[in-house]
């Protein structure tokens, strides 16, 4: 390579690297923007590619920004490109598990940033060189470098593509120059039409990337919903029969307890995934509450003991106390409070390296009387300028937090979202180095007749009721055709609609459903219909019974959550919509209201 002009030190040399590994980002560092004294490899190295002295240890100093995640490459390559400082390169990992991957993360950032040249850097062969042609077309902007690298090698490649970059960028502004020596002889209503032409392009591809975006992430929110769900369903299901099961032998203490924990911990996970499905639902105006008597404090005490494994592992001090009597019932949404505690107090722990997370509960008496919670950490603490970024979405203090600290960034702002359709309200206080109080208030209702607690001791033990759903007539001796392609899901709904008397019949596709139901229309009252299933899905299916002439009531039995899906369902036909975990009382209950008499228990 020939020696890089005397305008080298002027050059852009901004490199972003995107990789889930820390410490690749380290590695990178220490080759591309070195201490003073650099390696004597890397010194002759820089000294061939730069043709320029090595002594006394100076280097070429390259501008390296680093990301974890695709979705957080690709914003600061959108900041810089706005702020005038554009990459002029990016490493990129292909595997980086939850978000993108690294081709997509190209294909997003290329759909904006064209000029950018990128390097693949993988250990695996995930996508042949086919299929990332396929997808990346064919282009000289592209490189793919395979793990393990040795400093020399990324050296070169940094230099050689910044350089490169430089050169067409230096050729661009030439031909832009001739291009404006051209147009100044131009007509004004030419330039004029010729502005207008540029915005009105401009603007039909913004609306189209918006679009794309938008289709993206529900896309992905359905498919991810859908891979978690599917397994939770299983894991939750049989929790749930073993925990009946221990109760009715007697099972001891301790077998129990570490039941329950598994159940706690497993609809933790089901409520990360709902905080995903949740912001989907805030950007189409279809989230909704749904207020009823609601047991505020035993829900609190849930969350308290689901999370107290989790504050004693870092020798963090969780405590609840009421500062005066409180309500033992108000009238909320009791799904969206426990949401809201989740998040505020899964925050405290997560922000606290030392000391304490308290939790004080207290009446706030006015002409709308109010259930006062208060989550007071002493952990790290946020200066008042960033407090408000706190609440948008995928926002977090600063760009360190995730890397730090964990988390979507999702949570308070589904939070305050929450409060606010729930009537109330959270507010913020907090001190660097000292911790934060996040505030939540709530209406709570008429409170005449309701009893008040004076301590969290008044509770009742949490679990104290059986796990064991009530009878729901209707249910016994319901004939249930189960279309559903997991072995794991289909021994568990046999097992959960045996238990309560009814008469099952499993098959694995909707091909197999729809010819079942030809070979004996009469022989079932109700199709329990799985929505992702081989051969034949089951809206496909359900559409084929309902032009068939079929009258029986199916219901959708899906891990897809999102209100469009819902939506489909029943335009196919479907009589109910049921999400996976399975809700057993749900469950029984849709059975027994579309079935009613239509089944007896047979001898």
């Known amino acids: 390579m020939s020696p890089l002009p005397e305008t080298t030190t002027a050059m852009n040399r901004r490199v972003l690297l995107i990789d889930d590994n820390e410490a690749i980002h380290r590695d990178f560092r220490k080759i591309l923007t070195p201490p003073a004294m650099a390696s004597a490899d890397l010194l002759a190295a820089e000294a061939a590619l730069f043709g320029a002295p090595t ?66 850097c993988t250990a695996f062969s995930d996508f042949s060189w086919e299929e990332t ?17 040795d400093q020399v090698e990324v050296l070169q490649i940094a230099s050689a593509l910044t350089h490169k970059w430089n050169l067409e960028q230096q050729a661009r502004r030439t031909l832009s120059d001739l291009s404006s020596l051209v147009s100044e002889r131009t007509h004004d209503l030419e330039l004029a039409r010729d502005s207008l032409l540029a915005m009105n392009h ?72 709902n905080d995903l499905l949740e912001i989907s639902k805030m950007d189409t105006g279809k989230l909704v509450v749904e207020r009823g008597p609601c047991d505020a404090l035993s829900i609190l005490n849930e969350v308290i003991l689901l999370l107290q494994p989790k504050a004693a592992a870092k020798q963090v001090t969780l405590a609840c106390e009421y500062a005066s009597a409180v309500p033992g019932r108000i009238v909320t949404d009791p799904l969206r409070l426990r949401q809201i505690l989740l998040n505020l107090l899964d925050n405290a722990i997560k922000f606290t390296q030392r000391g304490e997370v308290h939790v004080g509960v207290r009446l706030q008496a006015a002409d709308e009387p109010r259930l006062v919670i208060a989550v007071r950490d002493s952990g790290v603490g946020i200066s008042d300028e960033t407090i408000e970024r706190l609440f948008q979405p995928f926002a977090q203090a600063d760009s360190s937090t995730s890397r730090r600290f964990g988390g979507t960034g999702l949570g308070l702002a589904i939070s305050r979202q929450l409060a606010h359709l729930l009537g109330g309200a959270i507010d913020v206080h907090s001190e660097p180095d000292v911790g934060s109080t996040f505030t939540l208030s709530l209406p709570t209702g008429d409170l005449d007749g309701v009893p008040m607690l004076g301590s969290p001791s008044d509770l009742p033990p949490a679990g104290a009721a059986s796990a064991r759903p009530d009878p729901v007539p209707g249910v016994a001796g319901a004939r249930i055709l189960v279309a ?65 002439g079929h009258r029986v009531p199916i219901v959708a039995l899906t891990a897809n959550a999102l209100p469009q899906n819902q939506e489909v369902c029943a335009d196919a036909g479907c009589d109910g919509f049921l999400t996976k975990p399975i809700d057993r009382r749900r469950l029984f209950e849709t059975i027994g209201r579309l079935v009613g008499d239509r089944a007896a228990p047979r001898a």
């Not at 980086?96 to 950018?116: H, K, Q, S, Y």
């Not at 396929?134 to 690298?149: A, S």
């Not at 010819?515 to 359900?542: E, H, K, N, S, Y």
């Open 55 to 120: 002594s006394g240890g100076e280097r070429v100093q390259f501008e390296l920004v680093t990301a974890s995640q695709g979705e957080a490459g690709y914003e600061l390559a959108k900041q810089a490109a706005a702020a005038g400082r554009p990459f002029a390169m990016a490493f990129v990992d292909v595997r980086m598990p939850p978000g993108w991957n690294g081709l997509e993360t190209i294909e997003r950032i290329w759909a904006e940033l064209p000029d950018v040249e990128m390097v693949i």
């Open 133 to 149: 042609l396929r997808r990346l077309g064919r282009t000289d902007r592209l490189l793919i470098v395979k793990k393990p690298f």
């Open 202 to 273: 401009d603007l039909v591809a913004a609306r189209d990337a918006a679009e794309a975006a938008n289709r993206s992430k529900t896309m992905f929110l359905a498919n991810i919903s859908h891979e978690l769900r599917t397994p939770m369903t299983a894991i939750i299901g049989y929790a749930d029969e073993l925990q009946e099961h221990m109760s009715a032998r007697g099972a001891a203490l301790p077998e129990r307890e570490a039941l329950e924990t598994i159940r706690r911990n497993a609809n933790h996970l089901v409520a990360i995934i």
């Open 484 to 548: 559903e392609d997991g072995r794991d899901n289909q021994l568990l709904l046999l097992h959960m609609l045996r238990r309560v008397g009814c008469e099952v019949e499993l098959v694995a596709d909707g091909a197999a459903c729809v010819q079942r139901m030809q070979q004996a229309p009469a022989a079932f009252d109700l199709v329990l219909m799985d929505i992702q299933m081989p051969v034949l899905d089951g809206i496909a299916a359900t559409r084929q019974l309902r032009e068939r």
